[in-house]
């Protein structure tokens, strides 16, 4: 099967799963997991042709007049996530319908609609090769993961959580595709194959620098990097399922994606490796440090994500072979270890309703083999042999050895790694192992959907940490080979030898092994000092957020207060003051010279128009006003007719008669006189007003005579509008043919509006009274 249609195959599971839930009540996990199994199954068939350096791709025309088409590229570092996402999707869709075994099949389907949608969205992310239907897939993840956040919607801390994730995220989609639209720009392309390919020609440009910077946005508030990590924590707001799927695996990795396919494009350009380096670096610090705070199960497994997003930041800033391996590698081993860890901890949390890492203990006795999995799951995030974390972790200090870089990265990368074994070995020791200090309750016990993701997950860790060869050569060689864009031959294999990098592990485990022991000593020492974490948090994010509140409360309270006079004279003043900037800007007064004669006809119609206008200000009776108004009007017909325009002037003719008509019909149901609802002082003001208003107009309408017309769209309608209408009335052909759909609209929005009118005069039977 080709393999853009496995993005269709996951879209219509999206469709189905909902209306399915209520066929198949508690199986429907296991039966719509079949779904991604079968996306998962289908792109192995493509292991082999990839292995062999070949990139499939697929195109298929979408909006060929702005060069964007339905574009796929699958090489070895697609395949890879695309594996990833649908092997682990599979085993979330089996988890979530055990999760919510006992909750309404109505809302067992929604979130498997859900969980389908988001894959969908990262298949199509991965697989893109066009960048604008990357960008769609890319926006499409962050309302998706917006929906799963906040799934309980009940719950204000989920909404919140929601709102937050798809401000940041989305927020950072903007820029991504401004950095896109700036590459269409440059290059005259979209295609992600052919900007590789002219990346030299990318970055020899002028707006390089702004390119690489917006992408760089977009990908660090995707993938949680500093400044922007504070969203991924909060996050953990969504249904245990949603979280290992999305924070966890793959979701989050997307942005780490993006700049690892961008690497291959920016990678000589000076700063831009230095810059990843140095905000990877920042962030899995941070994040560290957020680990050793965090007192929720999940918050420490969410926190030491944001430590490994901050790891892959940097690795790919790194240059080399082991680089790219050592990426792929941690790519690979954290999807492994941190979704089987996800799984083991909304189990606990299932089982006992408690979330806090303090209050969970002993609970070895009653989910025995989740307690396993969390314990093979955990020491494969500890890095030690014969996991695969380990080969990763070697591979993490190889790179970093390899590169120029001093020993800061170094001593980051050891001292987050350290913190990464104490997490490992506090989430799978203390709420299993740990004596439980009152009688344990357990609400829900261990299930075969519960056990299925964690169990499969741990074993893969252990597996491709004994036999590294295939995943090597099938897998992390190609995907490392479609990064650098030259083939890479790895040796991933479990022994390296008595090397520096040993000793560097064998360090991190020591230091780890002391923060396992002393972590409440630690966590309770952290804690003292909120104020100085606070800023490391979304403190930032809530008074700009609140900021924005405000200034939308007083626009409101001060633009938007209900009164039409205000609406007015701000509309009014705005263009008064951009007009009379623009001409005291201009470098000459040449625009107000008088061209041609004054013609006697149009100076008196004119007149009489103003004289028109005038009355309508003066006079009280609302009649006598509708006349004046009417006077303008018809003036203005005569103008058109004056200036060869027979047709204009019969339409504004028929629009005034209409007019008077309607007006006078509701005048009818109205006082015939007014009163000013306006004191002395606002009449006066609003007359200061108009008239600056009028005089800009008539330096803006004197100025258009003596200021060359631009005929283009004239001449092409002149040109076109028999050939293509069949019309020679050009007006008529315009507004029939070429503003089809825009004249029906009006002339509907025209019907409503007689019809609200009609309906609001029948509603008051009694004439009105006058009210002088």
């Given at each position: 099967m080709n393999f853009e249609w496995t993005i269709l195959i996951a879209l219509a599971g999206a469709i189905i799963a909902k209306p399915a839930s209520s066929l198949l009540g508690r199986y429907t996990g296991w039966v719509v997991s079949l779904i991604p199994l079968f996306i998962f199954a289908s792109l192995l068939t493509h292991l082999a042709p990839v292995a062999n350096g070949e990139a499939l791709i697929a195109q298929l025309a979408w909006v060929p007049s702005l060069g964007v088409e339905l574009a796929f590229r699958l090489d070895g570092f697609a395949l890879l996530f695309g594996l990833l996402i649908s092997g682990i999707g599979t085993l979330v869709v089996i988890y979530a319908g055990a999760y919510f075994a006992e909750k309404p099949s109505a809302e067992i389907g929604r979130f498997l609609s859900l969980i389908m949608l988001f894959m969908t969205a990262m298949l199509g992310t991965v697989l893109s090769d066009n960048l604008i239907v990357m960008f769609v897939f890319w926006e499409l993840t962050s309302?998706?993961?917006?929906?799963?956040?906040?799934?309980?919607?009940?719950?204000?801390?989920?909404?919140?959580?929601?709102?937050?994730?798809?401000i940041v995220t989305g927020?950072?989609?903007?820029?991504?595709?401004?950095?896109?639209?700036?590459?269409?720009?440059?290059?005259?392309?979209?295609?992600?194959?052919?900007?590789?390919?002219?990346?030299?020609?990318?970055?020899?440009?002028?707006?390089?620098?702004?390119?690489?910077?917006?992408?760089?946005?977009?990908?660090?508030?995707?993938?949680?990097?500093?400044?922007?990590?504070?969203?991924l924590p909060n996050a953990m707001a969504a249904p245990t399922p949603a979280s290992a799927y999305l924070h966890s695996a793959t979701m989050v990795k997307l942005g780490v994606f993006l700049l690892a396919r961008f690497d291959g494009v920016f990678a000589g350009m000076p700063?831009?490796?230095?810059?990843?380096?140095?905000?990877?670096?920042?962030?899995?610090?941070?994040?560290?440090l957020q680990a050793l705070r965090a007192e929720g199960f999940k918050a420490v497994l969410a926190q030491s994500t944001v430590a490994s997003l901050g790891i892959l930041v940097m690795l790919i800033g790194l240059t080399g072979e082991v680089a790219a391996v050592a990426t792929v590698g941690f790519i690979l081993s954290h999807a492994l270890y941190k979704a089987a860890l996800f799984f083991c901890a909304g189990t606990a949390i299932h089982a006992t309703g408690e979330t806090r890492l303090d209050k969970l203990a002993g609970l070895a006795r009653?989910?025995?083999?989740?307690?396993?999995?969390?314990?093979?799951a955990s020491l494969s995030m500890a890095g030690l042999p014969p996991f695969v974390g380990f080969i990763s972790k070697e591979y993490l200090f190889e790179a970093q050895l390899a590169n120029d870089w001093n020993i800061l990265p170094i001593a980051a990368a050891v001292l987050v790694n350290a913190v990464m074994v104490g997490v490992a070995g506090v989430v799978s020791i203390r709420p299993f192992y740990f004596k439980s200090e009152a009688e344990r309750e357990i609400h829900h016990g261990e299930t075969s959907g519960l056990l299925a993701g964690p169990l499969l997950l741990a074993a893969g860790g252990i597996l491709i940490g004994l036999i590294p060869a295939p995943a090597g050569q099938w897998l992390i060689g190609p995907a490392a080979s479609a990064?650098?864009?030259?083939?890479?031959?790895?040796?991933?294999?479990?022994?390296?030898?008595?090397?520096?990098m040993l000793v560097l592990s064998m360090l991190v485990v020591a230091i780890g092994a002391v923060i396992v022991i002393q972590w409440t000593r630690i966590h309770n020492a952290l804690r003292r000092y909120d104020t100085l974490y606070a800023f490391l948090g979304d403190r930032f994010y809530h008074k700009a957020l609140n900021g924005v509140l405000a200034m939308a409360r007083l626009s409101t309270r001060v633009l938007q207060n209900g009164d039409q006079h205000r609406y007015t004279t701000l509309v009014v003043l705005a263009v008064t003051l951009g007009l009379a900037i623009a001409f005291l800007a201009a470098p000459s007064a040449d625009f107000l010279a008088s061209e041609g004669s004054i013609r006697i006809s149009v100076a008196l119609v004119l007149m009489l128009t103003v004289v028109g206008a005038l009355a309508t200000i003066f006079v009280r009776s609302l009649i006598a006003g509708l006349v004046s108004v009417g006077i303008v009007g018809f003036g203005s017909a005569v103008i058109f007719m004056l200036n060869g325009a027979p047709d204009l002037a019969l339409t504004q003719m028929a629009v005034e008669t209409l007019i008077v008509i309607l007006m006078t019909a509701v005048l009818i149901k109205l006082p015939s006189r007014r009163r000013h609802s306006r004191t002395l002082s606002e009449r006066r003001r609003d007359g200061v007003i108009a008239s600056g208003f009028a005089v800009m107009m008539f330096i803006a309408l004197a100025s258009i005579g003596v200021t060359p017309i631009d005929l283009r769209l004239s001449d092409y309608f002149g040109e076109t509008s028999y050939l293509e209408a069949y019309g020679r009335n050009v007006v008529n052909v315009i507004l029939v043919d070429y503003r089809a759909i825009d004249t029906l609209g009006e002339i509907v929005v025209v019907a409503i509006a007689t019809i609200a009118a009609w309906g609001l005069l029948r509603g008051s039977l009694k004439p009105a009274r006058n009210k002088e």
């Open positions: 309302l998706a993961s917006f929906l799963l956040i906040g799934f309980d919607g009940h719950k204000e801390a989920a909404r919140k959580s929601a709102l937050q994730s798809l927020g950072g989609g903007l820029a991504l595709f401004a950095g896109i639209l700036l590459i269409g720009m440059t290059l005259g392309t979209f295609s992600f194959t052919e900007v590789l390919a002219r990346s030299n020609e990318l970055v020899a440009s002028s707006w390089a620098i702004p390119i690489a910077v917006l992408i760089m946005i977009g990908a660090f508030t995707k993938s949680a990097q500093f400044p922007f990590h504070f969203w700063g831009f490796g230095h810059t990843l380096v140095v905000f990877g670096s920042l962030t899995m610090v941070v994040a560290a009653f989910l025995p083999v989740t307690a396993v999995a969390a314990v093979l990064l650098l864009g030259q083939p890479v031959d790895v040796s991933f294999k479990l022994w390296h030898g008595l090397t520096p």
